[in-house]
């Protein structure tokens, strides 16, 4: 269809492809030198992740597209290793997740609760349920300061 069209030429006649195997052996060769800028080498290497993403994708259902790819030299061999190990990293859980035998350390055990009489919901095994109660009863003198002044020399008449 007209999409493969577009997209086979921006590929060869547009040379898409051998400008994204520029910017990421550009980036590869600067992250090597381990040289510090202040700045990153450029700013945009996120949307051109994004970007190769989307192309590899569309290549895996069009094998003339993935043709096309495995053609330009460097795409297989050093884009598409960063493009997939970028998407592996970003596709974790922030943190690495918590194992199985974690899951349960800031929750009360299962051993602790029992099944109510129709079995559907679980309840704590307690003495006594727990219940705050207010610390300030209406009832009680309210003090702003620990020393009470108890005679009238303050009185306004």
């Known amino acids: 269809g007209v999409r493969l069209e577009l997209i086979i030429s921006l590929l060869r006649e547009g040379g898409l492809a051998e400008r994204l195997v520029a910017e990421f052996t550009a980036e590869d060769s600067a992250a090597k030198a381990r040289v510090r800028h202040r700045h990153a080498r450029v700013g945009y290497m996120g949307h051109l992740q994004l970007l190769c993403n989307e192309i590899r994708d ?79 009863d209406d009832d009680d003198d309210f003090v702003l300061n620990d020393s009470y002044d108890d005679d009238d020399d303050d009185v306004i008449p």
């Open 58 to 136: 569309y290549a895996a259902k069009e094998p003339e597209c993935a043709a096309v790819l495995t053609a330009v030299t460097g795409w297989s061999e050093i884009l598409l290793p960063v493009v997939d190990a970028t998407a592996r990293v970003q596709s974790e859980q922030l943190g690495g997740g918590v194992s199985d035998a974690d899951r349960n350390l800031a929750s009360s055990s299962l051993a602790s609760c029992q099944s109510t009489e129709s079995g559907d919901s679980m309840k704590p095994k307690l003495k006594a349920d727990f219940v705050l109660n207010d610390s300030y």
